[in-house]
């Protein structure tokens, strides 16, 4: 297990909310500030005033046609509800909620431009886009997804799992990782039989490698690459708590990552060894029973 895989990391993220507004508003930045005062608690609400009040978060509203179109295809896919996605469509202006921030945590760019968003769009009942996945975000979601006070948050909350049908099976690609500077995840050919305890132990997987990339950014100044071993285990503790629980059994798989290509950077997840049916296998080592195949 000393085989590592060296992964650059990003001198800045960025997060990007969009507020779509029936009607412009006077100064966004002053109603943001007094509804993050009202509506967080500490220590949040000092995080994001301390953004609010620096460059590194920007307000910037502008008619709706000056901004690049949402993809109201994706929304629709991503299962916005018709009512908010014909608000989308109908906006007349938009808010462009962005911040930036070093990688490691808490991640402050994320954390603060989804607060922002999700205070204006309250205050103006307006649907808040999370522009990355890209999803409308309902009001009770966003809300739930922000830190408590001990700064935790469900990593599901910030990732979604879509998967694809091939000819050979599914299609898996995480769609989050990247938001904390990390590569997305990705598996091929997946017995569809395998659907839903795939998607847990990809959840999972996401929650350990994102623990031990966080591992390798507590080292006072950021650096320039961090390295992740190859075989990594995940287990039902990292699914529980990649759903902010836990789980008392513990239970733990290897699989083997793979960086595929440098320029658009997808770790590929393999199992730890080859051979015929190995997903099956890993399925049932960790989750028992294996589901019959279809």
Request: hydrophobic residues 45%; contains cysteine.
């Amino acid at each position: 297990m000393g085989e590592h895989l060296t992964l650059p990391v990003p001198e800045t993220l960025y997060g990007t909310y969009a507020v779509a507004l029936a009607a412009p508003v006077a100064d966004p930045g002053l109603l943001a500030h007094e509804h993050v005062r009202r509506r967080l608690a500490p220590p949040l609400r000092d995080l994001v005033l301390g953004m609010l009040d620096s460059p590194m978060l920007t307000l910037d509203q502008r008619p709706a046609g000056r901004f690049p179109p949402l993809p109201a295809d994706l929304l629709a896919a991503y299962g916005a509800a018709p009512a908010d996605l014909a608000a989308v469509r109908a906006a007349t202006h938009l808010v462009a909620v962005r911040a930036a921030y070093r990688p490691g945590w808490p991640p402050a760019h994320e954390f603060a431009a989804r607060a922002v968003a999700g205070v204006l769009g309250a205050a103006l009942s307006a649907p808040v886009v999370d522009v990355f996945t890209p999803q409308i975000l309902t009001q009770d979601r966003l809300d739930r997804s922000l830190p408590g006070p001990g700064g935790g948050i469900r990593l599901t909350d910030w990732m979604l799992l879509p998967h694809t049908s091939g000819p050979d099976g599914l299609w898996f690609t995480t769609k989050g990782l990247a938001r904390f500077g990390l590569p997305e995840l990705e598996t091929e050919n997946v017995p569809p039989n395998l659907l839903e305890p795939w998607g847990r132990l990809l959840n999972g997987l996401a929650r350990r490698v994102l623990d031990l990339w966080l591992e390798g950014l507590r080292t006072g100044e950021p650096p320039l690459t961090i390295d992740l071993p190859q075989l990594v285990r995940v287990g039902l503790q990292d699914i529980a708590a990649a759903q902010g629980t836990g789980d008392p059994v513990h239970r733990e798989i290897h699989v083997r990552l793979r960086l595929e290509s440098p320029a658009e950077p997808i770790l590929t997840v393999h199992p730890a060894e080859d051979g015929p049916d190995r997903l099956d296998a890993l399925c049932a080592l960790l989750f028992g029973t294996p589901s019959p195949r279809r």
